[in-house]
């Protein structure tokens, strides 16, 4: 038997899960040829967007790192993947003056980053332009606090205009196929458009974290591998990979759920491009048991990090003898082996074990698990 696969049957929370054993066959055999320093340690992070709490993995703070809306759930785009549905569980704020007031609470409450985030317009432009001298006071005010904007397409002047005001970190969702910017975006702008916007980004000082979003058109995997290229063309501080919620598509316009091996092989794809970057798993994805399957495949992969991570993903990791760290931020923080939303003073809690089959528990090595608020 595949001792990849053997160590999911050590696990109690994934005995279950039948997995492909050529594609676990692939990941193995590819892992002992991977040479990125990345690959070794592996990120958990439980960002306070929503709850999650497992057998391994407690609840962070409700405001250890909050998402939150300029135009709260309004979002002139529409597109056919998300319907501004996304932007319901953040907080909203619809002033400078609103944002300045909650942060102020934020950090009063414990919290060390929050996530900018909002509608966009018909040109997929977030106008945080009112924002950007609140930004720079809230930056002046409390130096250590990390901040997270997810942006649409940015001019070299808008890129600039981050950086001026103090953002930690860009996020963006690069799209390789102009079918889907086309039809699941509704977008007249060109991929040309996209990879100007990455390119304006990575020009600044600013961390830069592009997003690729597998299944985006409609559910099949269309233009991943092109984004990929232009990722790898504009290297990045990392790249986070989300899966596609049909959930939140119309019934009109409906979206399939991508195979879980599709996805697995393009986390190998995506790996191999890019060893010395780190490239982690973010929040959305399909739940159940496709959810558990997918964080599986993102372990094995050599992934650097999982948001919200499935029941018993600390343990196999352990099993396949990987470094794991807990985090309660966004996964879009950590650069390399730094994750930016630590401060000078970190936690670390050892774990006697990680919870496996009662039958076969597995007394495994201590756990550093890093808390930030």
Not at 61 to 82: E, M, R, V, Y
Not at 288 to 311: E, K
Request: net charge negative; with cysteine; proline share 6%.
């Amino acid at each position: 038997m595949n001792p990849w696969l053997n160590a999911v049957s050590q696990v109690e929370a994934l005995e279950d899960l039948v997995l492909n054993a050529d594609l676990v066959d692939s990941m193995r055999e590819r892992w002992s040829g991977l040479s990125g320093s990345q690959v070794g340690r592996i990120n958990f992070y439980t960002p306070s967007f929503k709850h999650h709490e497992t057998s391994e993995v407690s609840a962070c703070g409700k405001n250890a790192f909050p998402a939150i809306s300029i135009t709260g759930g309004d979002c002139k785009l529409q597109c056919d993947h998300c319907k501004a549905k996304i932007l319901e569980p953040m907080i909203a704020v619809r002033t400078p003056e609103e944002l300045d007031r909650l942060v102020d609470q934020i950090v009063l409450d414990g919290g060390r980053g929050l996530l900018l985030s909002g509608g966009s317009d018909h040109q997929n432009v977030v106008h945080y332009e009112p924002y950007f001298p609140t930004v720079r006071k809230i930056k002046d005010r409390y130096p250590n606090l990390q901040i997270a904007m997810h942006t649409g397409i940015a001019t070299p002047e808008f890129a600039r205009g981050m950086e001026d005001a103090g953002v930690d970190v860009a996020m963006m969702d690069v799209i390789g196929a102009q079918d889907t910017i086309n039809q699941v975006y509704h977008l007249r702008r060109s991929v040309d458009d996209f990879e100007a916007a990455l390119e304006a980004l990575v020009a600044t000082k600013m961390k830069v974290v592009p997003h690729i979003v597998i299944g985006l058109h409609y559910g099949e995997l269309l233009g991943e591998w092109n984004a990929l290229e232009i990722i790898r063309r504009h290297l990045p501080s990392a790249l986070v990979l989300v899966v596609i919620m049909p959930q939140y598509a119309s019934s009109s316009r409906p979206f399939a759920t991508p195979a879980t091996e599709e996805i697995g092989k393009f986390f190998m794809d995506a790996r191999a491009a890019l060893p010395e970057t780190p490239l982690l798993l973010g929040c959305a994805r399909p739940s159940g048991v496709h959810r558990s399957i997918t964080d599986t495949y993102a372990v094995m992969a050599g992934l650097n990090g999982v948001a919200f991570p499935s029941d018993g993903m600390l343990a196999l990791a352990k099993h396949l003898d990987r470094d794991v760290f807990v985090t309660p931020s966004c996964c879009s923080m950590i650069v390399g082996e730094e994750v930016l939303a630590l401060g000078d003073e970190t936690t670390t809690m050892s774990l006697d074990y990680v919870p496996v089959a009662p039958k076969r528990r597995t007394q495994l090595r201590d756990i550093p698990i890093v808390f930030t608020a």
